[in-house]
């Protein structure tokens, strides 16, 4: 049972479009919400997180917008770069241990 | 700054054999993961431990160990590989939080194929 549902798999946007990614999440229990980055041959890394008790969050060019009551987050890129390129994955967890559930990644590629 | 360092990168096994990956982070972090990455599945825990000397299982234990003898090391073990073992695997650690929401720092990864 996949309890966080992202998407879409991937996705192509031109130089200084919007890369909008969704994601969905079952678990009510949940109370912290990132995003991380993934570059091919890397590990993840943290881009963006937000909390269940904010509507939006926004560092940079990055936003989360979240939606409580529909149980959805969603990652908005703004005027995205192809160094922006890479596999994004939203991501769930709960408790102390913050252990985290992930979504099934996002390809983004961004054309000049 | 080394953060997270995972050995091997790469490693090809024979079904049946054993091997361990080793995780070792420089932050002092009271927290480590195991996750393993395959296409269209994202990351999924396989153990994890919340201090030196515990353990606890995530998502898809079946088929591995795990020790934690020093707060700085998180072994992952492969007692009989197998094909389904063909993976991505990757290291996190954490500190220890009040609350959910501590930032993971992943490794590179350890590419492992079993034949």
């Known amino acids: 049972q996949q309890q966080v549902k992202q998407s879409p798999q991937s996705l192509i946007v031109q130089k200084g479009g919007i890369s909008i990614i969704n994601c969905a999440y079952e678990?009510?229990?949940?109370?912290?919400f990132p995003w991380y980055q993934q570059f091919p041959g890397k590990g993840p890394a943290l881009l963006i997180a937000?909390?269940?008790?904010?509507s939006e969050k926004k560092e940079g060019r990055f936003t989360i917008s979240f939606n409580k009551s529909a149980k959805q987050f969603s990652l908005h890129i703004m005027d995205s770069q192809p160094g922006d390129s890479a596999t994004y994955f939203c991501?769930?967890?709960?408790?102390?241990?913050?252990?985290?559930?992930f979504g099934t990644g996002t390809r983004l590629q961004v054309t000049l | 700054n080394a953060g997270v360092t995972q050995t091997p990168k790469f490693r090809v096994l024979k079904t049946g054999q054993s091997m361990t990956l080793l995780c070792a982070q420089d932050m002092n972090h009271e927290y480590m993961y195991w996750y393993r990455q395959d296409p269209g599945m994202g990351l999924r825990l396989i153990h994890y431990s919340v201090g030196e000397g515990t353990t606890a299982k995530g998502e898809v234990p079946d088929g591995y160990n795990v020790s934690r003898l020093k707060k700085q090391n998180f072994l992952l073990g492969l007692e009989s590989a197998a094909p389904s073992q063909t993976s991505v695997y990757f290291c996190?650690?954490?500190?220890?939080?009040?609350?959910?929401?501590?930032?993971?720092?992943f490794g590179e990864g350890s590419w492992l194929t079993v034949v």
């Open positions: 991501a769930a967890s709960y408790g102390t241990a913050s252990k985290l559930t």
């Open positions: 937000i909390r269940p008790d904010v």
């Open positions: 678990n009510t229990a949940f109370d912290y």
């Open positions: 996190a650690s954490s500190y220890r939080g009040r609350n959910s929401g501590n930032t993971i720092y």
